[in-house]
């Protein structure tokens, strides 16, 4: 059986209780053999917005994963520069792992505007299955995605994720508005973010997730 990579992508800014709930239910609904979180440093739909630097984030993410040893993180998108663009990491992940599955992981939303995506056809072909988080009672229309990239019906695969109101804007949020966050965050991830100062009012804080 070749082996089955899952790649879950974000800022995690910061990692939250969520991401590790939805990263868990990925793996096992998708029967991955490992999920790499790969961090983005330079989204491209983020670049109008602060984020929190990088070593910072590479910490909090080593910190909320390392007591799962089928959660790795993958430097893919960090020792190369931007933009980063989903098919270069899963050809990239491809070439380092040669004869591996490569499943991306996005979001229902992000399913929907896949057709709009750096050469959206060409992800389809790199990729094994599209991993999707579909939250209950979305049903997301495949017949209009096939008109536009076909055979993306024969690649989604969906993960059941339970509804999650948690986001990292509202973490930050509470922490600059000095409201408790301790439970939204692993503890690791809580006490760094504690002993480095990290989203106090000093920062901006109105940034999407």
């Known amino acids: 059986m070749p082996e089955r990579i899952g790649l879950f992508g974000g800022t995690f800014d910061p990692p939250h209780l969520g991401h ?48 799962n040893p089928s959660f ?57 299955w599209v991993g999707v988080m579909r939250r209950p009672g979305d049903t997301p229309n495949l017949e209009v995605l096939e008109s536009k990239l076909p055979g993306i019906s024969s690649k989604v695969h969906y993960v059941d994720a339970p509804l999650l109101e948690i986001a990292s804007r509202e973490i930050r949020s509470r922490i600059a508005n000095g409201e408790t966050f301790r439970y939204y965050l692993p503890k690791p991830v809580y006490e760094y973010i504690e ?7 000093s920062q901006i804080v109105n940034r999407k997730s």
Not at 93 to 120: C, F, K, M, Y
Not at 195 to 201: D, S, T, V
Request: aromatic residues 4%; proline residues 10%; charged residues 20%.
């Open 20 to 67: 590790l709930i939805l990263a868990s239910e990925a793996q096992s609904q998708l029967e991955l053999d490992r999920l790499l979180w790969t961090l983005t440093p330079e989204p491209p739909h983020k670049q109008d917005q602060p984020i929190t630097p990088v070593e910072h984030r590479l910490a909090m993410v080593n910190l909320a994963i390392q007591d």
């Open 72 to 128: 790795e993180l993958s430097r893919v998108e960090l020792d190369r520069p931007g933009p980063h663009y989903t098919l270069d990491t899963v050809k990239l992940i491809a070439d380092q792992n040669p004869g591996a599955e490569i499943v991306p992981i996005i979001g229902g939303d992000s399913l929907r505007d896949l057709p709009t995506w750096h050469r959206p056809k060409e992800i389809l072909y790199a990729c094994h």
């Open 195 to 201: 002993q480095n100062q990290l989203y106090h009012q």
